[in-house]
């Protein structure tokens, strides 16, 4: 059976999250897909069709192997380089099979999983947290076994980390990508399912390339070092912004909502983690009347987000961004998420 698992953009508080803050995640309706199936053939087959075809068989003794060297994983860069013999595409997916395997006792004999996805990779939507979160569902069902959120979650979570050779990777992508709909994120109280059922209409435009999010998020660290209070203040402001969009996704107030994404654009641009590129999108934005628009992610580059506002509109603004050479993706809010595959 099919197993889908949305992907994920972040729609408000990126940066100030690293501070306490708050920051809201949504699920976007681009999809990763795992087929998971008993097929008589033992051992576990996994098959990335976006790798060409990519196929690995994991027998019992291999995937013992893998539980054995990642379970204490302290060092994640060295487990990730090897030697497992395994390649880099096929591992987050070998380290949750072989934890679901021999921690959790979930039959994988016989078993074939065919991972594929309509996410676009390295787009800022999450593409890697939603295969892993579709993937360990799908085991899990084929497995017919069910475990509690928390630990499913992170036992998805073990494949992110492995991608992004890190072992904080994960909290926001996967928890938002299982639960669907909208996650917020905070240090002190974690990642949390928000009860809103707002379906937004979003432009994902593509600006080029990015700087990475480490260096974004140390640029802000050095301006923070050099003048604490005037960014602890554009922090604040942050913070205000996502709780504002918070209440607008409960009560469905989509033009406020987008007002907090223009205010939260302008404070990222005090941060310093837009672009030329990205400002012009958010220009645009604003000039084609849309409700809001601001940087997505770690900024320096990549994507921004566009709340639009009515169709005549949203079709010009596409046009437009196309022919500034942008590339654009239209997504909506995914409400349901791979976690719904359980019954509850
Ligand atoms: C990157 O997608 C979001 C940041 O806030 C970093 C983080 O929260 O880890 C920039």
Redesign the pocket.
């Known amino acids: 059976m099919e197993v889908k698992a949305p992907g994920v953009l ?1 729609l408000l508080g ?2 100030a ?2 501070y306490g803050r708050l ?1 809201i995640a949504i699920a976007a309706d681009r999809y990763a897909r795992v087929d998971a199936r008993k097929t008589g053939v033992s051992p576990f087959r996994l098959i990335l069709k976006d790798f060409n075809g990519l196929e690995v068989e994991l027998d019992k003794r291999k995937l013992g192997e893998l539980y054995d060297s990642y379970k204490n994983k302290k060092d994640i860069a060295g487990y990730a380089d090897g030697p497992h013999g395994i390649s880099a595409p096929m591992l987050p997916y070998a380290t949750i099979a072989a934890r679901l395997a021999i921690e959790q006792g979930v039959s994988l004999e016989g078993m074939s999983a065919t991972v594929t996805s309509d996410i676009p990779m390295q787009s800022g939507m999450a593409s890697s947290g939603a295969c892993c979160v579709a993937f360990t569902v799908a085991l899990l069902r084929a497995g017919k076994k069910r475990l509690p959120d928390v630990l499913t979650v992170d036992i998805a979570r073990d494949g992110d980390r492995v991608v992004h050779r890190n072992l904080n990777a994960g909290t ?1 992508d996967v928890n938002t990508s299982y639960y669907g709909g909208y996650v917020s994120y905070s240090a002190a109280s974690g990642a949390k399912r928000e009860d809103a059922a707002a379906r937004l209409d979003l432009l994902v435009v593509d600006t080029g390339p990015k700087k990475s ?1 480490a260096e ?2 140390g640029h802000v660290a050095e301006l923070r070092e050099q003048n604490k209070e005037r960014i602890e203040t554009v922090l604040d402001k942050i913070h205000e912004c996502s709780m504002k969009g918070l209440d607008c996704l409960k009560g469905n107030d989509i033009p406020t909502l987008g007002a907090c994404m223009y205010m939260d654009h302008e404070l990222l641009r005090e941060l310093e983690v837009s672009s030329k590129g990205l400002d012009n999108a958010v220009s645009i934005a604003r000039e084609y009347g849309a409700y809001g628009a601001k940087l997505s ?2 900024g320096g580059g990549g994507i921004a987000i566009v709340l639009n506002s009515d169709g005549v509109k949203r079709a010009r603004l596409i046009d437009r961004y196309q022919h500034s050479g942008f590339k654009v993706y239209t997504v909506n809010t995914a409400l349901e998420g791979a976690y719904n595959y359980f019954p509850r």
């Open positions: 972040k990126e940066h999250s690293v920051a926001i999010t974004t998020v992610g770690g």
